[in-house]
């Protein structure tokens, strides 16, 4: 039976074919907890008055975990993380630098060489990955709260969506520890040949902030489940849910070395960690940009496994026949989730000429009915985006669109006068080869385009050097079949968006990625196949 958390998430995450009338609002006014307050508000300048509401939570790990132990950085240095809501310090986290990332991987190399984790049967594996997803879910709450204070993201969608698909990632990893096995081949002659899968060795992971836990699990789980040990760079914007998390991780029994967490900036924990010679693999989420130095400093040095999964600028397509409330409702959400900070958002919205001048009233309206404010509020909808970085960022695309000739719908500017607000912002007129168009903005910024028919829309969606993820909606099974088909990209959502089951695969074409992550798939990034042939002496059968 699902829990109620789990049902929510499950309602949000399925939004397809919603009337109108219900809003993610709706879906996120369950706030019942001591985490959270009440009320909300809408477009407005309200959070400019309202306080922000503490959670009730006492910060306890700030260092780095390395061999097991809560540790200071070698330096001895610290650096802030901020409160996206305010700006102000939640928090000083020990800094680590190449002097911990060399210690965290002896650590781990040592725990995959000598230590029993790989040699633990998987059975053993499963048992211990499953009891830590059950510490998560025992401590739901905090978890939750401990995110928003540090991502900005709303406290409903922490609680309800985000740490019940993290515990749902690690039982689902847990369950292919012990079903990892070879083949045995046909040749031709007297030989007995059989494959075996092992594991790697050393995974460098580097994780990005807009979904901490998520991304945590996303590579922590299958490295886990096959058999190897992890060196886990946080992002220096959020680097408290995974100290927390990874705490519960040794309380359910992993042994130390096996996962070591180091808080740190990209160009001096993460360059050396990519770049570490006795690191097996490293995967990483993040920037197209960051990608190719992870892939460099790989190649480099002892050539090691990689996976990127990189930034993205998905086409959502409204198509002809398309009812445009609901349209409208799911290419909002698309585009919206989590502050627009999302690789695969639905970030350019192509609506036919047809229907096009009721969409783009009717996603105007939806955009100011957005409630934006205290994302420990319930009902919010929209919290700060991460960091000041990141509000100078978007706010410079508006203006870009605004000086390229895009017309401005609504929004366009900060919300309030505290922390990092942005109003939602919807665009017009946007034509393919304005900077909003092409770059990944990463922020709450609709680019409403038009198209005449399919084949055009296919030529655009796919004049991309992106190829995450796309959007289709559509009441033909021959159109969707059509674009499905043709669309160049790891993952199209056919009247949904942002479905991230456990099981389904997810990565990008051209320079989105490498590599699938979730799924079986993802286990194939952390193994390797040996293969072994026997001679046979006078077989009954070959």
Known sequence: MLLASEMAALRLLSRSFRPSSLSSVALFSRGKNSYLGR??????????????????????????????KFVDAASGKTFSTLDPRTGEVIADVAEGDAEDINKAVSA?????????????????????????????????????????????????QSATIEVPMFVRLFRYYAGWADKIHGLTVPADGPYHVQTLREPIGVAGQ????????????WKVGPALACGNTVVLKTAEQTPLSALYVSKLMHEAGLPPGVLNVVSGFGPTAGASLASHMDVDKIAFTGSTATGKIILQLAATSNLKKTTLELGGKSPFIVCEDADVDQAVELAHFALFFNQGQCCCA??????????????LEKAKARAIQRSVGDPFKGGIEQGPQIDSEQFEKILRCIRAGIDGGATLETGGGRFGTKGYYIKPTVFSNVQDDMLIAKEEIFGPVQSILKYKDLGEVIRRA????????????????????????????????????????????????????????????????????????????????L
């Open 39 to 68: 009320g909300g508000w809408k477009y407005s300048t309200a959070a400019a008055i309202e306080e922000p509401i503490k959670p009730s939570l006492t910060i306890d790990h700030t260092q780095l975990l390395i061999n097991g």
């Open 108 to 156: 781990a190399r040592k725990a995959f060489d000598e230590g029993p984790w790989p040699k633990m049967t998987a059975y053993e594996r499963s048992r211990i990955l499953l009891r830590f997803a059950d510490l998560v879910e025992k401590h739901n709450d905090e978890i939750a709260a401990l995110e928003t204070w540090d991502n900005g993201k709303p406290y409903e």
């Open 206 to 217: 580097i994780i990005p902030w807009n979904f901490p836990l998520l991304m945590f699990a």
């Open 346 to 359: 639905g970030s350019r919205t192509y609506v036919h000429e047809r229907v096009y001048d009721e969409f």
């Open 462 to 541: 796919n004049a991309s050097r992106y190829g995450l993820a796309a959007g289709v909606f559509t009441q033909n099974i021959d159109t969707a079949n059509t674009l499905t088909r043709a669309l160049r990209v790891g993952t199209v959502w056919v009247n949904c968006f942002d479905i991230f089951d456990a099981a389904i695969p997810f990565g990008g074409y051209k320079m989105s990625g490498q590599g699938r992550e979730k799924g079986v798939y993802s286990l194939d990034n952390y193994l390797q196949v040996k293969a072994v042939v026997t001679p046979l002496k006078n077989p009954a059968w």
